[in-house]
């Protein structure tokens, strides 16, 4: 009896033993699950922190380039705007150089027109232009001196020359640009 009572007393201290060890164990397992979960949980605040800070130094790093590109295309816009006008400052004065250059010459044929008109007042027949009419002008003109024509034929000529240039002016006034 003693030796199952022994074995009963073992068997009872064993499985508590056994029990307590498994308890034990457990706690112990546990306690590992938890202290890896928090440093799982540690590492993935760590990386998260990482990313964040790595978008964070990106955006920033795109709103720098972002600042430095327009600080210089507004640099490159003042540049082109400073030297188109300087263009068309150069345009306006070619352009009205060609226009006064265009009026003097317009006053210029003016002037000489009207002084040749003044100079062809007098006719003087010549005696041969190769062909019969100048030798018959010149007769009519002889036969027509009696009559003193030449008094009402000079003012009649002034008056078509007058007449003319008027008419010539009116007509540059009216051309606008494009020609309608």
Same mark, same amino acid.
């Given at each position: 009896?003693?030796?199952?009572?022994?074995?009963?007393?073992?068997?009872?201290?064993?499985?508590?033993?056994?029990?307590?060890?498994?308890?034990?164990?457990?706690?112990?397992?546990?306690?590992?699950?938890?202290?890896?979960?928090?440093?799982?949980?540690?590492?993935?605040?760590?990386?998260?922190?990482?990313?964040?800070?790595?978008?964070?130094?990106?955006?920033?790093?795109?709103?720098?380039?972002? =600042? @430095?590109?327009?600080?210089?295309?507004?640099?490159?816009a003042l540049i082109d705007s &400073? $030297?188109?006008? #300087?263009?068309?400052? %150069?345009?306006?004065?070619?352009?009205?150089?060609?226009?006064?250059?265009?009026?003097?010459?317009?006053?210029?044929?003016?002037?000489?027109?009207?002084?040749?008109?003044?100079?062809?007042?007098?006719?003087?027949?010549?005696?041969?232009?190769?062909?019969?009419?100048?030798?018959?002008?010149?007769?009519?003109?002889?036969?027509?001196?009696?009559?003193?024509?030449?008094?009402?034929?000079?003012? =009649? @000529?002034?008056?078509?020359?007058?007449?003319?240039?008027?008419?010539?002016?009116? &007509? $540059?006034?009216? #051309?606008?640009?494009? %020609?309608?």
């Open positions: 009896m003693f030796l199952l009572e022994n074995v009963i007393v073992l068997g009872v201290l064993g499985d508590a033993f056994g029990s307590l060890f498994s308890v034990i164990w457990d706690g112990i397992v546990w306690i590992g699950e938890q202290i890896g979960a928090f440093f799982q949980w540690l590492g993935g605040l760590i990386w998260d922190a990482i990313q964040w800070l790595g978008e964070l130094l990106r955006d920033l790093f795109y709103a720098l380039m972002d =600042l @430095l590109l327009s600080f210089f295309e507004l640099i490159y &400073l $030297l188109y006008f #300087l263009f068309q400052i %150069g345009t306006l004065a070619a352009k009205l150089f060609i226009i006064l250059f265009e009026v003097a010459k317009l006053i210029y044929s003016f002037f000489v027109g009207f002084a040749n008109t003044l100079a062809s007042l007098a006719y003087q027949p010549q005696t041969t232009g190769s062909h019969g009419y100048s030798q018959m002008i010149g007769r009519v003109f002889s036969a027509a001196e009696p009559l003193q024509l030449s008094v009402i034929a000079y003012m =009649l @000529l002034f008056i078509i020359w007058v007449f003319t240039a008027i008419q010539v002016i009116k &007509l $540059l006034s009216n #051309l606008r640009v494009g %020609g309608d």
